[in-house]
Nanobody, 123 residues
Framework: QVQLVESGGELVQAGGSLRLSCAAS????????MGWFRQAPGKEREFVAA????????YYADSVKGRFTISRNNAKNTVYLQMNSLKPEDTAVYLC????????????????WGQGTQVTVSS
């Protein structure tokens, strides 16, 4: 089990950029595939991006492909989400999640979740 704490969310204008961070506790971070999901008010939680244990494989939702980049630093137990060209429809709570030895687009695959960080994009 890992504990996850997200940071970096804030209010930004459309077209702007943000970098989210997710810090993980524990010494086995490199054993976990990591994912970013988001949830807007009244909507289902949706997949944003995922990265494999080594960082060699990444997946993105079509809605963010080309604008968002997921990365990780296993020495710092941290996963990042660089978000560029932000749009009002990107407004949501962004959550990171950890799945032991797996990389998945499905929320059901992830065992541990952070509390989330709010991203608001104004038009």
């Amino acid at each position: 089990q890992v504990q996850l704490v997200e940071s970096g969310g804030e209010l930004v204008q459309a077209g702007g950029s943000l970098r989210l961070s997710c810090a993980a506790s524990g010494r086995t971070f490199s054993s976990y595939g990591m994912g970013w999901f988001r949830q807007a008010p009244g909507k289902e939680r949706e997949f944003v991006a995922a990265i494999s244990t080594s960082g060699g494989t990444t997946y993105y939702a079509d809605s963010v492909k080309g604008r968002f980049t997921i990365s990780r630093n296993n020495a710092k137990n941290t996963v990042y989400l660089q978000m560029n060209s932000l749009k009002p429809e990107d407004t949501a709570v962004y959550l990171c999640a950890a799945a032991r030895y797996r990389t998945s687009r499905s929320a059901a695959a992830y065992e541990d979740w952070g509390q989330g960080t709010q991203v608001t994009v104004s038009s």
